[in-house]
């Protein structure tokens, strides 16, 4: 999997397409898509533009999409990676993820109330990882995993699976820097990548609590950056590449997807970079509190705890 790639929540439609050939054209090959990002429509024709007029060949895309938490009954599955593949316009997904260890009924996208909710263990995830691990022996996707697993919830899977999760897809950056989970994916060959590695500063204000950290701004961040000649944002990338993890980044904005893009070839003194592993807070930009309102059978803490 390419280390770096491009993230597309929160592109929006008439942003997205424009950002992922943008994105190819300077040189990503992971773009990391989801179809609760409801873009994935307007991505499908940018990535078969990119291959028909052989900017980039198939086999050296990675594309990941991921299975929403309507879908986690086992005769659910097929039919929601096939339908990414069609928005993607793709034969088949390079990685294919459970998006949330939280399940709602088929019939509803994002629960408003108690009762829209499945209790967790209502499907057992192993039965929908189960449904996964036919897609890959059907071709369908190449590599299985999840996302936002706790430490005790991806060894419970991993001691269980037939497939081996490839990939733990969790929030990362220096405040929260998840050091147990690195270690135990390190030892068990479980890559982990990184989301919102530049703090989601756009996610909307409903997701946002009051007084948030900003990483961009931190002080120790933008001295690194006035020594290094490397942007605030290429730092926390450059950091979350020197710990062996693959970062997605989004943007729309050409520039910054260049900018972003070019961390890898940045060379950052490693000690500089690992002054920033004093800056853990154990904070989450993107805790789930939207599942585990009044009433919901989830909770963060069981959402979290190891
Ligand atoms: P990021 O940390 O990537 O931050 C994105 C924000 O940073 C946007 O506002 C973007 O603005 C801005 N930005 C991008 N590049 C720069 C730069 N060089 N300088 C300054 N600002 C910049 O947040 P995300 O939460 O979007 O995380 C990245 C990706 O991870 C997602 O898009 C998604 O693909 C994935 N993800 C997965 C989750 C999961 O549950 N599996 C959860 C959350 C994210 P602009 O676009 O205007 O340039
Ligand atoms: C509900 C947020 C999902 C981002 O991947």
Known sequence: MPSLGLGTWKSRRGEAAAAVKHA??????HIDCAPIYKNEKEIGPSLATAIQQNCVSRSDLWVTSKLWNNAHNPKHVRPALER??????????????????????????FPRKP????????????????????????????????????LSRLQDLYSTATIPPAVNQ?????????????????????????????????????????NEPSLLNHPLILQLSNKSGATPAQVLLCWALARQTA????????????????????????????SLDQLNLNYRYLDGAFFCGPGSPYTLSKLWSD
Request: proline share 7%.
């Open 247 to 274: 970062v997605i980044p989004k943007s729309v904005h050409p520039e910054r997807i260049l900018e972003n893009f070019l961390s890898h070839e940045l060379l950052i003194d490693q000690a500089d970079l690992r």
């Open 115 to 150: 009762e829209e909710f499945l209790a967790p263990g209502e499907i057992p995830l192993i039965e929908t990882w189960g449904a996964m691990e036919k897609m890959v022996k059907k071709g369908l996707c190449r590599a299985i995993g999840v996302c936002n697993f706790s």
């Open 24 to 29: 190819i054209g300077v040189g990503y090959r």
């Open 84 to 109: 990414s593949l069609k928005d993607l316009q793709l034969d088949y997904l390079d990685l294919f993820l459970i998006h949330w260890p939280v399940s709602f009924r088929q019939d509803i996208e």
């Open 170 to 210: 969790i929030e990362l950056h220096p405040y929260l820097q998840q050091l147990e989970m690195l270690e135990y994916c390190y030892k068990n060959n479980i890559l982990l990548t990184a989301y919102s590695p530049l703090g989601s500063p756009d996610r909307p204000s409903a997701l946002k609590k009051e």
